[in-house]
């Protein structure tokens, strides 16, 4: 059901700026495990959804950002096409917005591109109580900041969305999904991003190298041809769940956590369990590890860390920003959010 909800939204953000009273926007809470304990009063988006356009030909969708993500791709697959970052769904309760403000990308990112750059254009509520829209529906260089991707990965912490403009990608048209055991798997992954092959998912988990080639038909059978492996028979499922989150590694007790490395760089001397995404630049670990030790361990390393479920969270979960980033981002936050009503403690990775 279309339903434009601009403004009462509108109104509720002014009510809140006029109360100095915090505000935090929530679809259908998929998320809420997400970020610094959250604060404020829920503003419900969830109602404010429906496809605006969408061409094809042009290959650029604009919804209305509590639009389910399920909607989205149900529309797309009509016309052969996609969502290229592979956002995760969470049980089919993710909305549009949400994916783009938390910024979460799937599998398929190192060779397709992460949330932000799919983003052409947002329409959303800023801290001054306004309507704005940056970018828009079309592919073009931006110089200075681009605002609209901005707000990928801001957590709200800059304004509600309202629409999203998103490049999208056309369904490949084969996939092969294939299983190794190397006795190097971390060089395994190396070697294997070196050649031209068409991959879109390369995981390490348990000793096993996960492949995914997308493409043509031609193109994935010359890869599969010379990379050799097992074909996966359930390689559909593996890496949906991957990407939703629902392999059972994800369900495990211990604290989980998402580190971000260079994809060649060394393992880390932390102790847990592994799941190795994205060839080697995603890496999620479960371990009982203090949060101190984990971040300095991805620091060293020229990554960083985010505390995503469980874990003690006292002391916030992301990665402690250097004051040069603590900087901008408080003259982000000074120009788009004056009042301080967005986000409520809550802030982007």
Not at 139 to 161: H, M, P, Q, T
Not at 211 to 227: F, M, P
């Amino acid at each position: 059901m279309d339903q434009d909800q601009t403004e009462p939204l509108l109104a509720a953000v002014r009510g809140a700026i006029d109360a100095r009273r915090p505000l935090r926007a929530i679809g259908h809470g998929s998320k809420a495990f997400y970020g610094d304990a959250a604060a404020g009063e829920a503003l419900d988006v969830s109602g404010h959804r429906g496809v605006l356009s969408y061409e094809p030909g042009d290959m650029v969708i604009t919804a209305r950002a509590g639009t389910p993500l399920a909607e989205l791709d149900a529309v797309l697959a009509g016309h052969g096409q996609m969502l290229g970052f592979e956002p995760p769904r969470f049980a089919g309760r993710g909305t549009l917005g949400g994916a783009i403000a938390a910024g979460l990308s799937g599998p398929r990112r190192p060779w397709a591109g992460a949330a932000r750059d799919f983003v052409l254009g947002v329409r959303a509520i800023n801290g001054r109580g306004q309507v704005v829209r940056y970018g828009g529906e079309t592919i073009k260089n931006v110089a200075g900041y681009d605002l609209a991707r901005l707000y990928a990965g801001s957590l709200g912490a800059f304004g509600v969305l309202l629409d999203v403009s998103l490049r999208v990608l056309p369904v490949p048209e084969t996939e092969r999904a294939l299983v190794l055991q190397p006795s190097d798997p971390a060089q395994a992954m190396i070697d294997l991003q070196r050649r031209p092959w068409p991959l879109s998912g390369l995981c390490l988990r348990g000793g096993r190298l996960h492949l995914r080639l997308s493409g043509t038909a031609e193109g994935v059978a010359a890869a599969r041809a010379q990379i050799g492996g097992e074909e996966q028979p359930d390689g559909t499922d593996f890496w949906r769940a991957l990407r939703d989150w629902e392999l059972p590694f994800f369900g495990g007790p211990a604290p989980l956590w998402r580190i971000s490395l260079p994809p060649a760089a060394a393992p880390l001397a932390l102790p847990g369990d592994w799941l190795i995404d994205w060839g080697g630049a995603q890496r999620w670990l479960r371990s009982e590890a203090a949060p101190a030790q984990v971040w300095a361990a991805a620091g060293a390393a020229h990554g960083h860390a985010t505390l995503m479920r469980g874990g003690d969270r006292r002391g916030g979960v992301f990665q402690p920003r250097s004051a040069a980033q603590a900087a901008i981002e408080r003259r982000l936050k000074a120009e788009l959010d004056p009042a301080a009503v967005f986000a409520g403690g809550r802030r982007g990775a």
